[in-house]
């Protein structure tokens, strides 16, 4: 069945739990990436058909496959979008310099997000308080 | 936009000319 | 981590298109029927001659698929409704809501049973009313049991629950655990 892959990566996701972040699964997305190549140029082939032949009959199947398409999409965005929720959240816990065993999880661009975030963050924390800035990621509790 | 840089870089433009965008409006709760 | 916020599931017949959780509800399989050949997709019977997937083909198919290729107009796929929403379940619930195992029969009753609404059916109020009705009579259990487990094991009060009861649960229990360590002077 198609997806399976996909669904794959959001229960991988799922099973991490309170926002912990496993290893990216850079197989996982070129597998998915695979199928929707394979789905694309599948429809490609029966859209044409049906153009030229009158083949009505293949649109439900173009439908089929399209909605396979738009599935793989979603559950790639989910879980690279979820991913970078928890990388941001490691700012907020670790601080600026994450532990070497949560960097080995993060991909290049992850940890090009990550870098970039920081520097939105510090630009942001640099605008508060005045000329001395406000560093917000501090006493997150409040005094006793 | 860095998260757009992000996803475009690691998935979206490795997928089908029609689907190598997404509204990150859909990140905002509905 | 308390700063992890991922993308919440939608309300009602909502989804939400980056939210983990509507991504697995929507993996949930409802009984179909094909309403016309799906030529080309043969992957059910993998011995027939042809490698078209016939009409009337009873399969379940995924919530995100049946939903994608479901059409008031063209008719690609009809959608039955699960055991759990029919009239026999249906009075059960109006009965007693508490008694029935949402985990074993679910485990996304209500997400599942809002979802449900996107295909048409003269059923479609009563199952409305049920799911919220079987919502309410479960709630009150739920709030008091979350506000009165501190510090044990609470896998027998959510054993029963569904994937929404038991997220409510959760933010019940994180309340009480929150308002005992302010009391105790550790909030600080």
């Known amino acids: 069945m198609f997806c399976e892959k996909a ?4 229960r991988e996701l799922q099973r991490a739990s309170d926002g912990q972040l496993p290893a990216f699964n850079e197989d996982g ?26 083949r009505s009959d293949l649109i439900p199947t173009i439908k089929f496959r399209h909605c396979c398409l738009l599935r793989n999409q979603r559950c790639i965005a989910a879980y690279l979008y979820d991913r970078l929720l928890r990388i941001r959240s490691l700012r907020w816990e670790y601080g600026s310099v994450l532990p070497t065993s949560i960097r080995f999880h993060m991909c290049a661009e992850e940890l090009e997000w990550f870098n970039q975030y920081k520097k939105s963050l510090a630009t942001y924390m640099r605008s508060l308080g005045g000329d001395e800035g406000l560093d917000v990621t501090q006493d997150m509790q409040p005094p006793k | 936009a860095n998260t757009e840089t992000y996803l475009k870089s690691v998935a979206l433009k490795h997928m089908p000319p029609n689907l190598q965008a997404v509204d990150l409006g859909k990140s905002v709760q509905k | 981590t308390q700063s992890y916020l991922p993308v919440p599931p939608g309300v009602g017949m909502e989804e939400n298109f980056l939210s983990l959780d509507d991504i697995l509800l929507s993996q949930e399989k409802l009984p179909t029927r094909t309403e016309c050949v799906f030529p080309r997709l043969g992957f059910v019977e993998k011995t027939s001659d042809t490698r078209d997937i016939p009409e009337g083909t009873k399969m379940e198919m995924p919530l995100w698929l049946a939903k994608g290729l479901y059409d008031n107009k063209r008719r690609l796929v009809s ?5 759990i929403y029919r009239q026999g379940w249906r009075t059960v619930f109006s009965a007693d809501p508490n008694v029935v195992d949402l985990h074993k029969m679910g485990p996304y009753y209500y997400g599942l049973g809002s979802q449900l609404l996107h295909f048409d059916s003269p059923e479609n109020p009563e199952i409305a009313q049920t799911v919220l009705q079987t919502y309410i009579g479960r709630f009150r259990r739920i709030m008091d049991s979350s506000q009165n487990a501190y510090n044990e094991d609470t ?34």
């Open chain 1, 7 to 10: 669904i794959e990566l959001i």
């Open chain 1, 29 to 54: 997305i070129r597998q998915v990436l695979e199928e929707m190549k394979a789905l694309y140029e599948q429809n490609q082939t029966d859209v044409n058909e049906a153009k030229s032949e009158g």
């Open chain 3, 79 to 83: 959608v039955e409704q699960p055991k």
């Open chain 3, 155 to 188: 896998s027998a009060l959510v054993e029963r629950l569904d994937v929404l009861e038991r997220s409510l649960f959760r933010t019940g229990q994180i309340g009480l655990n929150d308002f005992q360590r302010w009391e105790k002077g550790q909030a600080s």
